[in-house]
Nanobody
Framework: QVQLVESGGGLVQAGDSLRLSCAASGRTFSSYSMGWFRQAPGKEREFVAGLNRWDGSTHYADVGKGRFTISRDNAKNTLYLQMNSLKPEDTAIYYC??????????????WGQGTQVTVSS
């Protein structure tokens, strides 16, 4: 089992950047593929980016391609999401997930509590 804690969210202006972090504890962090999801008010949770544990490959939803970068530091047991050129429509609670692989929330076994990102126009 793994515990996940996100941080790094906040209130920013359109065009700004943020780096979200997800600190993991419990079983070996490097043994998990990881993902970032987000959920805006009144909307379903949606996939943002994933990082595969086997080959280190990354996968992005269209919303993040070219603007978001997922990465991990296994020595620090931390997953990151670098978000550039933020837009008001990026406003959401951002969650990290572990213990699975895919674009559906049901593909992952473990979740953090989320961190709020608000982008003002």
């Amino acid at each position: 089992q793994v515990q996940l804690v996100e941080s790094g969210g906040g209130l920013v202006q359109a065009g700004d950047s943020l780096r979200l972090s997800c600190a993991a504890s419990g079983r070996t962090f490097s043994s998990y593929s990881m993902g970032w999801f987000r959920q805006a008010p009144g909307k379903e949770r949606e996939f943002v980016a994933g990082l595969n544990r086997w080959d280190g490959s990354t996968h992005y939803a269209d919303v993040g391609k070219g603007r978001f970068t997922i990465s991990r530091d296994n020595a620090k047991n931390t997953l990151y999401l670098q978000m550039n050129s933020l837009k008001p429509e990026d406003t959401a609670i951002y969650y990290c997930a572990a213990g699975g692989w895919g674009e559906r929330p049901s593909d992952y076994a473990y979740w953090g509590q989320g961190t709020q990102v608000t982008v003002s126009s």
